[in-house]
T-cell receptor, first 112, second 116 residues
């Protein structure tokens, strides 16, 4: 079945550091890929998405490129802020009914 | 536009008791999802509704879990009887449609269930 693997956290960075959170997937066909963010005490929010190979999703300074050859969708940000501290989930949707399969999540902690 | 509403936000019960969660999706959203998020894991789909019909309930433990979506709007998820391993956050999400470009899922804040 479909699965998503994310790097384990927590990822601890200083403000303005470069961020990479790795995500790889296993799926049949051509899934859509997503990054969701969960701030403390809040629900999941869609951060960005890509629906086909070589697409780049971007939002709020975050970017991720759909790499079919490496089955990856790594999340990057050039300069993180304290307000980026949250849990980040990589997910895929691979059916006509768009059921999401999530990774385990990666906690990001940014210190001033 | 109001988001997905869920209640209660927190619930503590003893094992073998019953519990129910309520979800009100975004107005006009045809598709509604219930997820279970165990601590340290990603959300897992329990059940998906399209209007008031069930699309996918393959991962719902039907011996103890049940869900309904009356009139294709609000939904309730029930656990009876609860087990210790049901301790988790229960997330509700909704989307305009199940597939295609209008399938973005919007999540509620979740209900945190603790079973003692």
């Amino acid at each position: 079945g479909d699965s998503v693997t994310q790097m384990e956290g927590p990822v601890t960075l200083s403000e303005e550091a470069f961020l990479t959170i790795n995500c790889t997937y296993t799926a049949t066909g051509y899934p859509s890929l997503f990054w969701y963010v969960q701030y403390p005490g809040e629900g999941l929010q869609l951060l960005l998405k890509a629906t086909k190979a070589d697409d780049k999703g971007s939002n709020k300074g975050f970017e991720a490129t759909y790499r079919k050859e490496t089955t990856s969708f790594h999340l990057e940000k050039g300069s993180v802020q304290v307000s980026d501290s949250a849990v980040y989930f990589c997910a895929l949707a691979n059916s006509g009914y768009s059921t999401l399969t999530f990774g385990k999540g990666t906690m990001l902690l940014v210190s001033p | 536009e109001a988001g997905v509403a869920q209640s209660p936000r927190y619930k503590i019960i003893e094992k073998r008791q019953s519990v129910a969660f309520w979800c009100n999706p975004i107005s006009g959203h045809a598709t509604l999802y219930w997820y279970q998020q165990i601590l340290g894991q990603g959300p897992k789909l329990l059940i998906q509704f399209q209007n008031n019909g069930v699309v996918d309930d393959s991962q719902l433990p039907k011996d103890r879990f049940s869900a309904e979506r009356l009139k294709g709007v609000d939904s309730t998820l029930k656990i009876q009887p609860a087990k210790l391993e049901d301790s988790a956050v229960y997330l509700c999400a909704s989307s305009l449609e199940a597939g295609g470009p209008r399938n973005e899922q919007f999540f509620g804040p979740g209900t945190r269930l603790t079973v003692l």
